[in-house]
């Protein structure tokens, strides 16, 4: 069992970058794919991007595609959101999910496939 724990939100301004953290606590991390959705007022929780545990495989949602990078470390215990060129319609409460998933190797695009969820970190971005 692992409890994600987000870091790096933030208010900035149009077309600044942000860098958004997620790190594992737990004994071991192997085999947690990682993902990261948001969420605003009256919305359904949004897939952004995810990478597989061994940090081999990345999907990345068309709204956010080629403006955020997703990775992870060496040792697989954090996984980055690099957001770059925000836009205003970015501002949402970030979320970091984490569970192991069938197959091990890969990526997950839906909140029903993650037991394990951070507290969120909140991202404004003004015009």
């Known amino acids: 069992q692992v409890q994600p724990v987000e870091s790096g939100g933030g208010a900035v301004q149009a077309g600044d970058s942000l860098r958004l953290s997620c790190t594992l606590t737990?004994?071991?991390?192997?085999?947690?794919?990682v993902s990261w959705f948001r969420q605003g007022p009256g919305k359904e929780r949004e897939f952004v991007a995810g990478?597989?545990?061994?940090?081999?495989?990345?999907d990345t949602a068309a709204s956010v595609k080629g403006r955020f990078t997703v990775s992870r470390d060496s040792v697989a215990r954090t996984v980055f959101l690099q957001m770059d060129d925000l836009k205003p319609e970015d501002s949402d409460i970030y979320y970091c999910?984490?569970?192991?998933?069938?197959?091990?190797?890969?990526?997950?695009?839906?909140?029903?496939?993650?037991?394990?969820w951070g507290q969120g970190t909140q991202v404004t971005v003004s015009s």
């Open positions: 999910a984490a569970d192991r998933v069938r197959p091990g190797d890969s990526v997950r695009n839906s909140p029903s496939d993650f037991a394990y």
């Open positions: 737990g004994r071991t991390v192997s085999g947690y794919t």
């Open positions: 990478v597989n545990w061994l940090g081999t495989k990345t």
